[in-house]
């Protein structure tokens, strides 16, 4: 039996991850996925229950669960509250008290949405690339850090880009698994030409690929990368860099889908267990509208099955129905075009499931 825990959030988060647990109890009552859910509060609705962003409760079945279901969390209700104690900070601290070192993130184009992305069909139809983000170490938390004055008396900044080799050898494993579940390619992005710390990047990289024979590795410096992902996003499989660098290039793949409400993700730790959920935050101007495009969670639900159940035929199953929902015209506002039919968010999740009950009877 494994544990399911589930942190709606704020915003749309509940109305989301609402239609992701009809996925999931389906699952669990029709399909024997041997699952067990709970709920906790985290983010801004935490705050209001019980004083603080993430509580020591929901770290505790954060700790427990063997995957973590989350909606969103912010909104502009908390945005006066001193850093340290907004909504955000409840996500950064059960990212990195749960050691998510790898962020996954897809960009995948479903053909019939392919008017929603700003660049030309030809360059992002098929679309289909992941980028794996190292998320606990590099820059964003290396020491020293921080502003001081100087003896000079000036003021300097200080943030340190700090890789040890297993680190970069524990991403780098992640990156080669996954793609020989895919298409066998991994493009890894540094900036080896004026960082030092890439340079190490690079030679653990390339090192590593001696084990993945069946694997192919490519080298691309990261301005190159950012370049390339523009002008043909396609040529990509896996791509795999350190957490400044996918920060920027993930957002920026995220955006050649042109939807937001479409993509998931996932952050796992080195046994499988994952914290998955949309990219999009708690979007509060159409929060309680029945507005929220519930896809992306949906489709983290995918990705639970596939990462940390092991259960690719399910998955696939799960990315299929929504394929046939959009085949079918159905469309949330986000992703209306001229010719489709407008839903709302639970009858997206309604008609997610009618498809995967389709998709059991054939
Ligand atoms: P946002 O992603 O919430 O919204 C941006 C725009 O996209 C909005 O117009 C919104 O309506 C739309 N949108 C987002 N998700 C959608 C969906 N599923 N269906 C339809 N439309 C959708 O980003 P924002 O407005 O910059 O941030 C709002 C709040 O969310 C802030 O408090 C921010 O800190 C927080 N946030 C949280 C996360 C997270 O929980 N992981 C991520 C980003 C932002």
């Not at 229950?49 to 909104?75: F, H, S, W, Y």
């Not at 392919?114 to 690339?129: F, H, I, Q, Y």
């Not at 999740?349 to 009877?361: F, K, M, N, P, Q």
Request: proline share 5%.
């Amino acid at each position: 039996m494994k544990k399911i825990l589930l942190l709606p959030g704020d915003g749309i988060g509940p109305e989301i991850v609402g239609e992701a647990v009809k996925v999931l109890s389906y699952l669990r009552d029709n399909r024997g996925l041997d699952i067990q859910m709970e709920e906790a509060p985290i983010g801004g609705s935490a705050i209001d229950a019980c004083g603080q962003p993430l509580p020591e409760e929901t770290l505790e079945k954060a700790r427990e669960a063997d995957a973590i279901l989350l909606g969103a969390v912010g909104g502009p209700q908390w945005e006066s509250l001193p850093i340290e104690r907004r909504p955000e900070k409840g996500l950064l601290g059960l990212r990195s008290a749960l050691g998510f070192f790898a962020n996954l993130r897809p960009a995948l184009l479903y053909p019939q949405l392919v008017e929603a992305s700003t660049l030309r069909p030809e360059v992002v139809s098929g679309l289909d690339l992941l980028i794996v983000r190292e998320l606990t170490g590099g820059i964003y938390f290396g020491h020293p850090r921080g502003v001081h004055v100087r003896e000079d008396g000036q003021r300097v900044g200080v943030n340190t880009l700090i890789y040890t080799e297993s680190e970069i050898r524990r991403i780098g494993r992640m990156a080669f698994e996954i793609a020989r579940k895919r298409n066998r390619r991994v493009c890894s992005v540094d900036k080896a030409n004026v960082l030092e710390c890439t340079e190490l990047w690079r030679e653990e990289m390339t090192n590593l690929a001696s084990r993945y024979e069946d694997v192919e590795l490519t080298h691309l410096y990261v301005d190159n990368a950012a370049m390339q992902l523009i002008r043909a996003p396609k040529q990509f499989d896996v791509m795999v860099t350190t957490n400044l660098f996918g920060d920027i290039l993930s957002d920026a793949a995220a955006m050649l889908t042109g939807s937001i409400g479409m993509l998931p993700s996932a952050s796992l730790d080195e046994l499988g267990k994952g914290l998955y959920e949309p990219i999009h935050g708690s979007a509060p101007d159409i929060a309680g509208k029945n507005l929220a495009n519930p896809l992306a969670t949906i489709l983290s639900v995918a990705m639970m099955l596939r990462y940390t159940f092991e259960d690719s035929a399910t998955a696939d199953r799960i990315e299929q129905a929504v394929g046939q929902v959009l085949d079918r015209g159905l469309r949330t506002a986000d992703i209306l075009s001229p010719g489709k039919r407008q839903v709302g968010t639970r009858e997206m999740g309604d008609a997610v499931l009618a498809a995967l009950e389709r998709l059991d009877t054939e």
